[in-house]
């Protein structure tokens, strides 16, 4: 049926040749270009063999006026063109962890209606066919109580229309084809999710354990080289006052200059040693995504956070992973709220909550003037306020101009 078919364009081989790195991997996936699934919608096309018999109806109906014909066959091809569109955009947007909107699948879905529509002009009932594919396609990419009543509305449809429209006969037999293609597609992209979902993590745990490693090199650097350096310092520093006690000549204040330089050098050098370790230590998104969610069940507030972190170009993920640390901080330990909502795009992230509101958070707090420092720094700006479900909102928005000074 089509909707099996349907799914078999997701499970393609360009999934499994996903990088299992971090994000600093995908930038160099993107710029080779979609190569291993350039082809995948063909996958969706074989199973529109299914609408030559309208094609058929529709070009040969001596009775329908060839006008009608055409405009029918052309509705039929551009709904065959739509279909595998469709998919194969879906899934390039599933593959990079977002999935479009439910408004954008429901727009997409009226013109397919539009295009079936037209082409009853030509097909007549033959062209109830085409609702199977509206029936898959609608399990495939919206929520389940959404998906359920597109597949009633369309069981409805092939029911009803021929019985009440002048010349049709009943299409009683496409009704459970339409039950076991949507059954079929639903169960396959379940499995499919649960694959990104699993890849997606898979990602994570990769950048998790750099990031640790990265730590755990920051913190030896400095337990060993930092408290060598002090004791070096420690000890030019007492021989330099005890060669200031000794009698002046020419060759001691050599001496002693160059143990004033030892000193200088040593002091330096463990500066620098603190700075390296500090910058090493910098915050990680995806890191603070999990930290998130573990703060979040701790508390025992419900969380809704993005599965992945590639739609955050690099240049703005420390200053995101930041916003994220404050805005779940708050949530926690300020705002009695039983849901944490985070939404990340290419130039946004939005932390909201629906507890007690905008003046339980303190926002004259020394975390979020930190926040709102570290964002002018980067030419972002912080916004609070009211979230939609009557708790505090935490946005941090990328301004153009800084994009563009990033790049």
Request: glycine share 10%; charged share 20%; aromatic share 4%.
């Amino acid at each position: 049926m089509p909707g099996t078919g349907a799914t078999l364009l997701d499970v393609t081989p360009s999934s499994a040749g996903t990088p299992a790195g971090g994000g600093e991997q995908r930038p160099a996936r993107e710029e080779q270009g979609p190569a291993p699934g350039r082809f995948a919608w063909l996958f969706a096309a074989v199973w529109l063999v299914y609408l030559i018999s309208p094609l058929r109806r529709a070009w040969t109906a001596a009775a329908t006026p060839l006008p009608l014909r055409v405009l029918a066959v052309a509705a039929l091809v551009g709904f065959a063109a739509g279909f595998c569109w469709f998919f194969a955009w879906f899934r390039r947007r599933r593959l990079v962890g977002a999935p479009p909107a439910p408004t954008a699948v429901w727009r997409v879905l009226g013109a397919g209606l539009l295009l079936l529509v037209l082409a009853a002009s030509g097909a007549g009932e033959e062209s109830l066919a085409g609702l199977v594919y509206i029936g898959v396609a609608a399990v495939m990419t919206l929520p389940l109580r959404q998906s359920a009543v597109v597949v009633a509305g369309v069981v409805a449809l092939i029911t009803v229309l021929p019985r009440v429209v002048p010349g049709w006969t009943p299409q009683d037999g496409v009704v459970p084809g339409l039950l076991l293609g949507c059954l079929a597609a639903f169960g396959v992209g379940q499995v499919i999710t649960r694959n990104a979902e699993l890849l997606r993590a898979r990602e994570q745990l990769v950048d998790l354990a750099v990031t640790r490693e990265r730590a755990r090199l920051a913190r030896d650097v400095h337990d060993i080289l930092g408290h060598s350096l002090t004791v070096i310092t420690v000890k030019t520093e007492l021989a330099g006052r005890l060669l200031e006690a000794a009698p002046g000549s020419p060759a001691l204040d050599r001496v002693r200059a160059e143990v004033a330089d030892v000193e200088r050098l040593a002091r330096e050098a463990l500066a620098d040693v603190r700075a390296t370790a500090s910058g090493m230590r910098s915050v990680s998104l995806t890191g603070e995504l999990a930290a998130a969610r573990r703060a979040l069940d701790a508390a025992g507030i419900a969380a809704d956070l993005p599965s992945a972190v590639d739609v955050v170009p690099a240049r703005h993920r420390e200053l995101f992973a930041w916003t994220l640390r404050e805005g779940v901080t708050n949530v926690v330990r300020h705002s009695g709220a039983r849901r944490c909502t985070v939404r990340l795009t290419a130039d946004c992230v939005e932390v909201r909550d629906d507890g007690r509101g905008h003046d339980s958070t303190g926002d004259d707090g020394s975390g979020l003037a930190g926040l709102r420092s570290r964002a002018q720094a980067a030419g972002a700006r912080v916004e609070t306020g009211r979230s939609p479900e009557g708790g505090f909102l935490l946005r941090v928005v990328a301004e153009p101009a800084a994009v563009g000074s990033s790049a």
